[in-house]
C-alpha cells in the first residue's frame, strides 16, 4: 500500500531557481505513517475481508501488525472448496480450530481423501451457525446426523450421498429456502423421512429432486405429499414413479417435470393439473409410457398462467403427439413455445401429418432438428412431399430437416 502523499508548491524566485515548500501535513520526522487500512471503520474492514476467498483473507496478515491474524476476529466466514477437487482436508481443520466464528457457508469437493472428516466438520458447522451447505462427493456415504441440527440452514445442497435417519425430535429447518438433492439416497422409508423435512421447513421456496432414492423395500410401498405454502420452483427429474401426490402449493411458479415411467395416463393427468397456477413449464415426456385409461386426450383444467412451455419430446409415437396438442389447446396464454427436437418416425406424408409438420415449423421459433423417416405405406410421391415441404415457412432461421438422413 503506497505511504501517505506529500504535497508540494513549486515557485519560480527571481534567478529562475525553483524552490519547494513542503505541505502542512507533510508527517514529522520520525512520526510512524498512518495505515490507511487500520483508519477505516471496522465494518468495513470486515466487509472487506469477507469478499475475499479464504486464502486471500488470511494472506492479509502480512500487512502489518494490526493485520495479523485479523481474518479470525470476523463476525462470520465463508469457507468454498467445491469447485476445487482434491482440497487437502488439513486445510478445513486448521481453519476451524483457528477460528472461532460463525461459518456462513460451507461448500466441500469430498473425494477419498477427505470421507472420514467430514462427520466432524458437521458437528463443528452446527455449532457455528451454518447457514449454506453445499456437499458434493466423489463415490457415496452417508452423512452424519448432525446435519438435521444445523437449525440456521436456509441452502442446503447435497449430490451424491446417502442420508441418515432423521434423529429423534428432528423439528426441521425453520429458515430453509433453497434445498437441491442430486442422487441422493434416503433409508428405509424415505418418502416419510423427506415429507417430514417439507414439512418442517415452512421457508422453502425452490426444491430440486434429481434422482433421489427414496424407495425402501417396497418401492411403491407409500404414498407421500410434496407441499409447501411458499414454494415457487419445482424440479424433478426420476426414472420411477414414487406415488408422489402434490398439495397445497399455493405460490408455485415454475415446475420442470422429467420422470420416465407413469403408472397411468389418469395418474398424470392429475399431477399436472396440480401445477394449473404456473407460468413456466418444462416437461419431457419423451419415455413416457402410458398404460390404463387410454390416450391423455383432456386435462381437468386449463393452465390460464402459462407462459413460457418446454417441451422435450418425439413425435413417432401417439402418446406423445396427443399430449402435446392437449397441452396446448389447455394454454390460452402462451407466449413462448420450445421445442428443440422433433423426430417423426414411419410418416406416409399423410395430409394430417403434412399439417402437423407445417404447424411446428412455422411456429417453433427455436427450432434445431426435425427428422422424418418414411414408412412402408405413402399416400404420395417422395418428390411431391418434397417440394410442398421445401414451401413451408419456418419461424427458426437455425431450423434444419433431416428426410431419412438427408438434410433438406
Given at each position: 500500500f503506497p505511504s501517505p502523499l506529500v504535497r508540494a508548491k513549486c515557485g519560480l524566485q527571481g534567478g529562475g531557481a525553483m524552490t519547494m515548500e513542503p505541505s502542512p501535513r507533510r508527517a514529522r520526522v520520525g512520526e510512524p505513517a498512518a495505515d490507511p487500512l487500520t483508519s477505516l471503520p471496522p465494518p468495513l474492514l470486515d466487509g472487506i475481508l469477507t469478499r475475499l476467498d479464504l486464502p486471500y483473507a488470511v494472506r492479509?496478515?502480512?500487512?502489518?501488525?494490526?493485520?495479523?491474524?485479523?481474518?479470525?476476529a470476523l463476525p462470520y466466514l465463508c469457507l468454498s472448496f467445491?469447485?476445487?477437487?482434491?482440497?487437502?482436508?488439513?486445510?478445513?481443520?486448521?481453519?476451524?480450530?483457528?477460528?472461532?466464528?460463525?461459518?456462513s457457508n460451507f461448500s466441500f469437493h469430498v473425494d477419498e481423501h477427505s470421507f472420514g472428516r467430514v462427520d466432524d466438520w458437521l458437528v463443528a458447522l452446527c455449532d457455528r451457525g451454518v447457514r449454506s451447505i453445499n456437499l458434493r462427493c466423489a463415490s457415496p456415504f452417508i452423512l452424519h446426523s448432525s446435519l438435521f441440527l444445523c437449525a440456521q440452514l436456509t441452502h442446503l445442497k447435497l449430490h451424491q450421498c446417502g442420508l441418515p435417519s432423521l434423529p429423534v425430535g428432528f423439528t426441521g429447518f425453520p429458515m430453509l429456502k433453497v434445498l437441491k438433492l442430486g442422487l441422493v439416497d434416503f433409508p428405509e422409508n424415505g418418502e416419510s423421512q423427506l415429507e417430514a423435512i417439507l414439512v418442517g421447513s415452512p421457508l422453502l421456496e425452490t426444491l430440486n429432486l434429481h434422482f433421489v432414492d427414496v424407495r425402501g423395500n417396497d418401492a411403491y410401498s407409500n404414498a407421500w405429499v410434496i407441499r409447501g405454502a411458499n414454494l415457487r420452483s419445482l424440479t424433478i427429474s426420476s426414472d420411477f414413479d414414487y406415488d408422489w401426490q402434490v398439495k397445497e402449493l399455493p405460490c408455485i411458479d415454475e415446475v420442470a417435470i422429467d420422470v420416465g415411467n407413469y403408472v397411468s395416463n389418469i395418474k398424470?393427468?392429475?399431477?399436472?393439473?396440480?401445477?394449473?397456477?404456473?407460468?413456466?413449464?418444462?416437461?419431457?415426456?419423451c419415455y413416457t409410457s402410458f398404460t390404463g385409461g387410454g390416450l391423455l386426450e383432456t386435462l381437468p383444467c386449463t393452465f390460464d398462467n402459462l407462459k413460457s412451455l418446454t417441451l422435450w419430446t418425439h413425435f413417432?409415437?401417439?402418446?406423445?403427439?396427443?399430449?402435446?396438442?392437449?397441452?396446448?389447446?389447455?394454454?390460452?396464454?402462451?407466449?413462448?413455445?420450445?421445442?428443440?427436437?422433433?423426430?417423426?418416425?414411419?410418416?406416409?406424408?399423410?395430409?394430417?401429418?403434412?399439417?402437423?409438420?407445417?404447424l411446428v415449423l412455422s411456429k417453433a421459433a427455436v427450432l434445431r432438428t426435425m427428422h422424418l423417416s418414411l414408412g412402408c405405406r405413402r399416400s404420395k410421391s417422395n418428390e411431391d412431399a418434397l417440394c410442398e415441404l421445401m414451401t413451408y415457412r419456418r419461424a427458426s432461421t437455425h431450423a434444419r430437416v433431416f428426410f431419412d438422413g438427408k438434410m433438406k
Open positions: 492479509t496478515s502480512a500487512l502489518s501488525r494490526a493485520w495479523r491474524r485479523r481474518w479470525e467445491v469447485d476445487n477437487p482434491g482440497t487437502a482436508p488439513l486445510a478445513v481443520d486448521r481453519v476451524l480450530a483457528r477460528y472461532p466464528g460463525r461459518i398424470f393427468r392429475g399431477f399436472l393439473a396440480s401445477f394449473a397456477q404456473v407460468r413456466k413449464l418444462s416437461l419431457c415426456a413417432y409415437e401417439m402418446p406423445a403427439i396427443v399430449l402435446t396438442f392437449c397441452l396446448l389447446r389447455n394454454a390460452p396464454n402462451l407466449e413462448e413455445l420450445e421445442i428443440t427436437v422433433v423426430k417423426m418416425k414411419n410418416i406416409g406424408w399423410l395430409q394430417n401429418e403434412m399439417y402437423f409438420i407445417e
